[in-house]
């Protein structure tokens, strides 16, 4: 990808970010998940939200993006927050475990080793996940940028939902009764 293209997808990432900020600030009670490209972003909203109001909402993240509100960028549930808490996690379990085989001179497991050192596992996994969370907020620096430059809003259109957006409902456990909708933000600049 060259550097003007990177540099496109990360402050429409961060677009994204702010503009899922700006939503949950006026809503409460939906759930929203999206993706960047270099030509904007999509954005998935399961819940009650009119969809004037996310042209609104992407137009004021864009706005206060510009007058230096560049922590909206970052977001907790960022796909960037946990891939990095997951990364860390499994290293911290199979560390974990190879650590305790090593020291037990084991080199096969057993039902009575694996519950052995299960406890310990788990334990490392907690720290570690409480760990990530702050790695995964500073790796996210670098998958956005807050300071988005020419970057201009050029149309919200409302999509059909595809099978990301019906994925993602049953991951954030939005049942059917909740509305789902599905946007794509096209920017330029």
């Known amino acids: 990808m060259t550097p003007n293209l990177f540099s496109r997808v990360r402050r429409n990432h961060?677009?994204?970010?702010?503009?899922?900020?700006?939503?949950?600030?006026?809503?409460?009670r939906f759930g929203a998940q999206g993706n960047a490209t270099p030509h904007g972003f999509?954005?998935?909203?399961?819940?009650?939200?009119?969809p004037e109001e996310i042209a609104r909402a992407a137009e004021e993240a864009l706005a206060r993006l510009r007058r230096g509100e560049h922590?909206?960028?970052?977001?907790?549930?960022?796909?960037?927050?946990?891939?990095?808490?997951?990364?860390?996690?499994?290293?911290?379990?199979?560390g974990t475990y190879a650590f305790e085989m090593r020291r037990q001179g084991k080199a096969r497991t057993d039902a009575l080793?694996?519950?052995?050192?299960?406890?310990?596992?788990?334990?490392?996994?907690?720290?570690?996940?409480?760990?990530?969370?702050?790695?995964?907020?500073?790796?996210q620096t670098f998958t956005t940028d807050g300071r988005p430059g020419t970057l201009a809003i050029r149309e919200v259109r409302q999509l059909r939902p595809t099978p990301i957006a019906h994925f993602f409902r049953v991951l954030l456990g939005q049942n059917k009764q909740i509305e789902s909708r599905s946007f794509f933000i096209s920017t330029e600049g």
């Open 42 to 50: 999509f954005l998935n909203i399961f819940g009650d939200i009119p």
């Open 71 to 94: 922590l909206l960028a970052l977001h907790p549930n960022c796909g960037t927050v946990h891939l990095t808490m997951a990364t860390v996690a499994t290293l911290a379990a199979q």
């Open 113 to 139: 080793t694996f519950l052995n050192i299960l406890p310990t596992a788990i334990l490392v996994v907690v720290l570690s996940l409480i760990a990530a969370r702050p790695l995964g907020m500073y790796f």
């Open 14 to 28: 961060a677009l994204e970010h702010a503009t899922i900020h700006v939503l949950s600030e006026k809503f409460k």
